[in-house]
């Protein structure tokens, strides 16, 4: 059974729709390169629509009523967004959860060296990528420095049309013969990933790495910091420049972190679409660290969610141990994250039947994981029933895949950690080629359709 492509549907109304999310979505990813940007821009927009801050709320203590909005930023890495439904908390809520931190090379603790007049920075790559793809294209480093005193400096290199950018060299192919015979994953090693930033010595010095010196100045007149505050910075290195619409009908968007941006702005969206107060109370939520395993404090195995929770039903004069433990095993949630897109380039990698096609719609995977759906969540073919009928009453196109072949790899979102609850979780997304690429390619219509879905799910779950 194929499932029809979603944009055969559109009328007119509803391609001008699609059209003005898309140029809102290039513009979410273009100002929000890391997970901390993201975070902040998410932060913005909800105050605009209305949003109070749950910290501040907790502070006042005064008793939350039905219809109102908040926003929490752990850390400033994650978010989560929440507008109190008709029902007790205890009755569980609506969650659509994706993540923002991305792929990408991370700049070391000790990174600054000269070699051969060249100045470069050392790097740690973050998350699951082919370091072969990361050489010789023009790099932005996006970040902060936070000096002993606190300051926090933040960094934009590489993105004003102003700016210079970086890059990390590759060997010519005329000297190559050893290299092309290697394997893939050793072509380019850990520790080749060498950022150039610098190579212009200082004149009338002494100074014996007179490239790294001069780089050392343009730092601290620019920014205002030195070397030894890189020992607490975090300094992203991601691809320079904007994304783009792609292909001559302009179907396609290029861009840097889909993989889960386009989830979590599909999430932010359709919250944001919300009309009036809900009947169960309904969460949006960013959270950092998934390439990583999901780990650190605010990773999603860390606890805020469910502090969140807790506090949320505190201030809606309904909290105890008990009712918090019902409310979340009650709860219902959509794991928002990207699925591997059906490749004719590399048709061998993919099942057909049970691929996930790029405009199809947004992608419910009942399970992921690898080998014998090893670290699967697996939804419940039940909680699959529901959804599949609120998607179908919304008229919402969706498909259904697997990540890839069986047995060819795998890989693992955030659903398994919120089934912990013993809540319902299915993993939903949109399709992406070349997923964890420095640039990865998505269709509109499934970006547009994955924002009617999770609408649909907020409101009817
Ligand atoms: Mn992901
Ligand atoms: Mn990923």
């Known amino acids: 059974m194929e499932r029809e492509n979603a944009w055969k549907k559109y009328d007119k109304k509803a391609l001008k729709e699609l059209e003005a999310l898309s140029v809102r979505y290039r513009n979410f990813l273009d100002n929000g390169k890391t997970e901390r940007e993201c975070a902040d821009l998410a ?65 070391k603790q000790n990174p600054l060296y000269e ?57 010519l192919i005329h000297l190559s013969q050893e290299q092309m015979q290697k394997k893939a994953a050793e072509v380019i090693g850990g520790e080749e990933l060498n950022l150039i930033i610098g190579g212009r010595p200082l004149a009338d010095t002494e100074e014996k790495e007179a490239a790294k010196a001069n780089i050392l ?26 994304a ?33 107060t809900p009947r169960r109370t309904v969460c949006c939520l960013f959270a950092d660290k998934e390439e990583i395993g999901s780990v650190g404090a605010t990773g999603m195995q860390a606890k805020y ?18 009712k918090l433990r019902r409310g979340l095993a009650n709860s219902k949630m959509l794991s928002c994250d990207v699925s591997a897109g059906y490749d004719p380039n590399f048709a061998s990698a993919f099942e057909r039947k049970n691929a996930a096609f790029l405009g199809r719609g947004v992608c419910f995977n009942k399970y992921t994981g690898s080998r014998g759906k090893g670290g699967s969540n697996d939804a419940n073919a039940e909680y699959m029933a529901e959804v599949r009928k609120i998607m179908d009453d919304a008229k919402v196109n969706f498909q259904t895949a ?6 060819l790899g795998g890989g693992g979102t955030i659903a398994y950690i919120c089934a912990l609850y013993c809540m319902n979780v299915i993993d ?34």
Request: charged share 30%; aromatic share 8%.
């Open 43 to 107: 932060v913005e927009l909800a105050k605009k629509n209305g949003y109070v801050s749950l910290e501040e709320a907790i502070k006042a203590g005064e008793k939350l009523k039905p219809g109102a909005k908040l926003w929490s930023a752990p850390m400033g890495k994650a978010i989560m967004l929440f507008i109190i439904g008709k029902e007790p908390m205890e009755n569980g809520i609506n969650i659509v959860g994706a993540h923002i931190d991305s792929p990408r090379i991370d700049v």
């Open 115 to 171: 070699d051969s007049d060249l100045v470069y920075l050392d790097t740690h790559y973050y998350g699951g990528i082919k370091k072969y793809q990361w050489v010789t294209l023009p790099l932005a480093i996006h970040g902060v420095v936070v000096k002993k005193d606190g300051t926090k400096i933040n960094v934009v290199i590489g993105e004003d049309d102003k700016d210079p950018v970086l890059c990390i060299s590759d060997l």
């Open 217 to 242: 100045g343009i730092i601290k007149e620019k920014y205002d910091f030195e070397e030894e505050d890189l020992l607490s910075a975090e300094l992203e290195i991601v691809p320079a420049g904007r």
């Open 244 to 276: 783009r619409d792609m292909g001559l009908d302009r179907s396609m968007i290029l861009g840097y972190g889909h993989d889960d941006r386009v989830c979590a702005f599909a999430e932010m969206e359709a919250i944001f679409a919300m009309k009036g």
């Open 305 to 322: 969610f469910e502090n969140a929770f807790a506090e949320l039903m505190a201030l809606t004069g309904d909290y105890c141990d008990l």
């Open 402 to 407: 697997e990540l890839g072949r069986v047995d």
């Open 428 to 461: 939903s997304g949109v399709a992406v080629l070349s997923m964890h690429a420095p640039w990865e390619i998505i269709s509109k219509a499934d970006l547009y359709e994955a924002m009617r879905g999770y609408k649909a799910f907020l409101e009817n779950a």
